[in-house]
C-alpha cells in the first residue's frame, strides 16, 4: 500500500475517532438492539400485568402477551429490525462530512491540488466506515441475544444462529452505507445523499418483500432473512448456498458503489503538474 | 512561466471570461486585481485544473510545472493539529524526502511550528490561512497561487499573513496574489493585472502603471501658507495652473512641452526666491488605488495603451 493511501486510512481513523463518531454508533446500534428485547418483554409483562383491565374491556390478550413473553428469537428479531432500522439512520446522518460533507466544505481542495489520487481517497472510505457497520451490527445482535436470554420463557436461538442473523443485519447496513458514501462523494451533496439512502432503506425492503416472501437472493431484504434465520423451524428450509449467495450479490454490489464513487472522483480530479486534465 | 492567451469561461451561459490575456515571468509576484466577482478565482480554478475552460490558450513554459494553490477561504480538516495535517499534504505530494522534516520547515517558514500541536479545530482565520500557505508550498512549487489570502482577516491576520507573502518573495518565488486588498499588492507585488469586464485591461510592473497613468507633468505641493503659495505659482510661465486640491495640497501643472525636471526647478527656486519654505514638493502619481478605480470605473481605459497621460 503506497504512502498516500496510508496517510488516506490514518485521516479516515482520526475522523471517525476524533470527532466521537465511532462512539456514537457504538453506543447507538449496540443500545438500540439491547433495548429492543427488553421493549418487548417489557410490553408483554404489562399486558400482563393489565390483562384483568383487557378483560373488563373485552378484549383477550392472552395470546399476545405469551407471544411476547415467548421466545428469544422474538427479542432477537426485534433487535435486527433496530439495528437495520433507526441504527442505520443514525450511522447514515453521522458519516454525512465523510460522505460528500467535506467535499461541500471544500476540505478537499488542498489535498487534491497537491496530489492526492481519487484511489487513495475513497478506498478508507469504503472500508472503515462499512466495516465498523458491519461489526458493530454482529455485536449489537449478539447482546440483544445475551439480554434476550433472561427475559424470555424459551431460549430457540443457539448463539451460531444469533450470529448468522447479526452477519446478515451486519451486510445489509454495509450495503446502505456504501450506497451513502458512493452518492455523497459522486456529488458532494451528503444530505440529500442521506435522504435517498435513509428513503430506499425504509422503503425498498418493504416493497420487495411483498413481492417475494423467500427473500432469497435479496440484498435488499436481508434483514428480513435474518428474521427467517431466528424464526424456530425455518431455519431447515434454508440452505448455506443460498445465504452465501445471497451475501454475495450484496458485496458485488457494494464494489459497483465503490467503483461508480471512484469514477466520480477521477471525473473531478486536480492535475497540477500544469497539464490538460484528461476527462 | 505562465502564458494565457484569449481564456474564455461561461458559467451556464454567463460569461465570465471574455478573452483574458496575462503573462507571469518566473520570479514574478503578480498582483491579479479586480472587484468581486469578475472573475479572478474562476482564473485561478482554471490554471490549477479545477475548473475546465471553454477556449483559450494556458503555456505553462515547461514540461512538468508543480503549482502550490491556496483557495479562497481554505477549509482543512479540523480533527487533525498542525503537524498531522502537513503530514497528510506531504504524502499526497508523494515527497521523496523525510516528510516530518519538511513539515517543520514549512511551519517554520510559515511561523506556525508553536503552534502546530494544537487542533486545527481551535485556529485562528490567520492561523488557518497559514497552514493553508504551508501546504501550498510543501512540494516547493514552481508556482505559488494565493486567492484572497488575507480576506476576512483581521489587521493583525493581514500582516502576519503579508510578511510571510514577503519573505516568500523576497526569496525569488513566483507568486499570483489574487486580491483586492490593494495595499497588499503595492507591498509585495511587482507586476499588475486588473481584470475588467472578463479581460485584462490593464497588465505591467507597478512602475510601468504609475508612469503609464500618472500625471508626468504635475507636481504636488504642501504649503502652510496654501494661497500665497498658489498666487506665487500660476505667476511661473512653465506652469500652465496652479490650483489648490480639497484636501488642501497643491497641483502644479505644467505647459505643454515643459518637462518635470524644469517644472520642479522653476517650482523650488521661485518659493525659494519668494522666502517661501514649502513643506514638501514631490512628483504627482496616481496610487495603486486611483488606477485601479480609474480602470474599473472605465475612466483610464482609453489611456490605457497609450504612453503618456495628463491626468485630470
Redesign the interface.
Known sequence: MN??T???F??EF??FF??NVLITVALVIIGLAVLSPVMIAGMGMFMDAMSDLYEEMGTDVSGMTELLGESVSLGVQSAVESIVGVGLIVMIILLNKAAGG?QK???V????????RSFSYILPKFIIYPLSGFVFSIIATLAAWAVSIPLFDKNDVMFATAFLAGILSGVAVMLYICFHLALGTATGKAGMSAAVCITVSVLLPTVMSQLSTDYMYNPFTLQYLAALVLQAGNTSQLQASDIIVSIAFALAIMVVAFLVALFAQNARR????????D? | MLTINGLVKSYKHFPVLKGLNMNVEKGDVYGFLGTNGCGKTTTMNII???V?KDEGEID?K?E????????E?????D??NGF?YL???G????YDGDIGKRTSEVLELTGMYNDAQRYIKGYSRGMIQRI?IA??L??S???LILDEPTSALDPEGRAEIMDVIKRLADTGSTIILCTHILTDVERVANKVGILRQGVMAVEGTLSELKKRFGSENALTVLSQNTQETVEILNEIEVVENAVIEPYGDITVRAKHAVNEAELFYKTVTTLASRQIVPEGVWFKRLSLEQIYLGVNSGYLIPYAQQGGFTYE
Open positions: 504512502n498516500q496510508k496517510a488516506s490514518n485521516k482520526l475522523a476524533r470527532t467535506e466544505k471544500r476540505a481542495i488542498i489535498p487534491k491540488s497537491s496530489g492526492l486536480i492535475d497540477n503538474y500544469g497539464n490538460e486534465i476527462l | 490549477c485544473n479545477i475546465p505553462f515547461s512538468s510545472m508543480r503549482i502550490g494553490y491556496l483557495p477561504s481554505p477549509a482543512l480538516f480533527y487533525m498531522e503530514n497528510f499534504i504524502a499526497c505530494c508523494d493553508g501546504a501550498a510543501y512540494a512549487p514552481d508556482l
